[in-house]
């Protein structure tokens, strides 16, 4: 893979980098910028790439149209009223305008493809053939580098999920890392999930053993039909799964059983390339059981709304709002 000129900003300035954007932004809108502000801001741009970017991002979304669609239709949205009065309208548009600023820096990736050599977005799915004829299937908005040497094939999961089918090779074994968690295996089939603190690890075929070398945590086995949750300090004791569930994506399908609302819009918020946001919480007490269509996840929250009852707002086309 490539290597980008410029290094590139570590993960945790991330964060800072679309604040300054955002406050540059706002800065030179202002009546009062001056000269001073100009020639400040070019010397940002100017030490690094990402900054001119994130930036132009920021100045993409705050210029498009849909935000006037927003602030109307956000105002004028209530559950027992068709309109609102007009003082609500610069709240509105200010809230319309966050949230598209949120989107910006929740879809500013640019490290992360910098340091990929297979990447998914939202919404997409790839498959890949290994030069060791291993397979393995990225799922929506993931990210995975590849480091294969003659003593061991290595994969480290960056972001997001994974199904490998693995090409049995007893002297090199096959090792998915991510948090410093690693999944070993020398030939089977297993699905590697990021979580918030570690990784969910599902075995569909043969065996593996989930680790994490710097933690004093034992080893877990895992076999066929067997899945744990591992955190990275304390591990996680394994149990059954039902695969149909659990392998569904790999078929664009997502399938559930009784299953809360609230969880089932966490993973549809996986696929969808804008934001869903709840604003009447007893809905995401609901219950559902269903197979669903994860190729079209609007279609999907539509079909939802209309078994459930509840109702759904799009705003400037990128956020839906359920009520």
């Given at each position: 893979?490539?290597?980008p000129?410029t290094p590139?900003?570590?993960?945790q300035?991330q ?27 070019e ?18 979304m ?21 309109t609102?009065?007009?003082q609500?309208?610069?709240l509105?548009?200010?809230a319309?305008?966050?949230?598209i600023?949120?989107l ?18 939202v919404?997409?799915q790839t ?25 061991a094939?290595?994969?480290?999961l960056?972001?997001?999920e ?14 998915v ?16 999930r ?10 569909s ?9 710097t933690a ?11 899945e744990a949750?591992?955190?990275?300090g ?5 149990y059954?799964?039902?695969l149909?569930i659990?392998?569904a ?7 559930v059983t009784?299953?809360r ?20 919480r ?33 705003v400037?086309?990128?956020?839906t709002?359920?009520?």
């Amino acid at each position: 893979m490539d290597q980008p000129s410029t290094p590139l900003p570590s993960d945790q300035n991330q964060d800072r980098i679309a604040d300054e954007a955002i406050a540059w932004f706002s800065r030179l809108r202002m009546s009062s910028a001056t000269a001073q502000d100009l020639e400040a801001f070019e010397r940002w741009c100017d030490a690094h790439p990402a900054h001119r970017e994130v930036y132009e991002r920021v100045s993409a979304m705050w210029d498009n149209p849909g935000l006037s669609v927003a602030a109307s239709r956000t105002a004028t949205f209530d559950g027992s009223r068709k309109t609102a009065t007009a003082q609500w309208r610069p709240l509105a548009a200010i809230a319309a305008s966050v949230v598209i600023l949120i989107l910006v820096i929740l879809q500013w990736d640019l490290v992360t493809r910098a340091q990929a050599d297979y990447y998914t977005g939202v919404g997409e799915q790839t498959t890949v053939r290994l030069p060791d004829q291993s397979v393995m299937t990225l799922n929506t908005s993931t990210a995975i580098a590849v480091q294969y040497d003659p003593a061991a094939r290595k994969i480290h999961l960056l972001r997001g999920e994974a199904s490998f089918k693995v090409t049995p090779d007893p002297s090199r074994p096959f090792v998915v890392e991510h948090q410093g968690i690693h999944t070993r295996a020398v030939g089977t089939e297993f699905i590697v999930r990021q979580l918030s603190r570690g990784a969910l690890v599902t075995v569909s075929e043969g065996k593996v053993a989930v680790s994490n070398p710097t933690a004093s945590w034992p080893v877990i086995p895992l076999e066929a039909g067997r899945e744990a949750r591992v955190d990275r300090g304390t591990g996680g004791e394994p149990y059954d799964v039902d695969l149909a569930i659990a392998t569904a994506w790999l078929h664009g399908r997502l399938v559930v059983t009784s299953a809360r609302l609230g969880d089932v819009l966490d993973e549809v918020r996986r696929y969808h390339s804008g934001t869903v946001m709840v604003w009447n919480r007893d809905i995401e007490n609901m219950r559902i059981t269903g197979t669903y269509n994860l190729n079209d996840p609007s279609k999907l929250l539509g079909t939802l709304s209309k078994t459930l009852s509840f109702r759904t707002i799009t705003v400037a086309g990128r956020v839906t709002v359920l009520y």
